[in-house]
């Protein structure tokens, strides 16, 4: 199986910044598209950010200047660099890939989410 761990939530004051980290682990071959989503209190999920394979990355509106996502592909880790936070930002963020895992029978495509992590940006 595939396993994404997200770490560096936390609390914030308004205008402070934090960094997101997704690491995965498993028997993976190769990943493709990863993303951050969030949800915030009584709201949807709502996707933030992606990176392609290919290094194209896409951002939701309401944080395009003010997030940045980035991969360490040796790592197997995909961060989200957030700057001058808002209390509209604060949320549960969750990451989750295109993965092609070995498997004993051959390659396999899964899509794992990880189990959230939780941003508050209160003062």
């Known amino acids: 199986q595939v396993q994404l761990v997200e770490s560096g939530g936390g609390l914030v004051q308004p205008g402070g910044s934090l960094t997101l980290s997704c690491v995965a682990s498993g028997n993976i071959f190769s990943i493709d598209d990863v993303g951050w989503h969030r949800q915030a209190p009584g709201k949807q999920r709502e996707l933030v950010a992606r990176?392609?394979?290919?290094?194209?990355?896409f951002y939701a509106d309401s944080v395009k200047g003010r997030f940045t996502i980035s991969k360490d592909n040796a790592a197997n880790a995909v961060y989200l660099q957030m700057n001058n936070l808002s209390p509209e930002d604060t949320a549960v963020y969750y990451c989750v890939a295109d993965v092609v895992m070995v498997g004993v029978s051959g390659l396999y495509n899964l899509r794992p989410w990880g189990q959230g992590i939780q941003v508050t940006v209160s003062s």
């Open positions: 990176i392609s394979k290919s290094d194209g990355s």
